[in-house]
C-alpha cells in the first residue's frame, strides 16, 4: 500500500487542517497524532 505523500505531510505537520475540514475544533488536535502503520 502506498501512501498519499501530499496528504500524509500536510496532516502531520498541520493536524489542525484534518480537524478544520471535518468542521471540529482544532484544540482537538493538541492530543492527534498523525501516522501511517504497515500491517503484513
Given at each position: 500500500?502506498?501512501?498519499?505523500t501530499?496528504?500524509?505531510?500536510l496532516?502531520?505537520?498541520?493536524p ?9 475544533s482544532?484544540?482537538l ?9 504497515e500491517?503484513?
Amino acid at each position: 500500500m502506498k501512501t498519499d505523500t501530499i496528504f500524509y505531510t500536510l496532516f502531520q505537520t498541520l493536524p489542525g487542517v484534518l480537524f478544520e475540514l471535518l468542521e471540529q475544533s482544532q484544540s482537538l488536535a493538541l492530543h492527534y497524532e498523525f501516522t501511517s502503520v504497515e500491517i503484513k
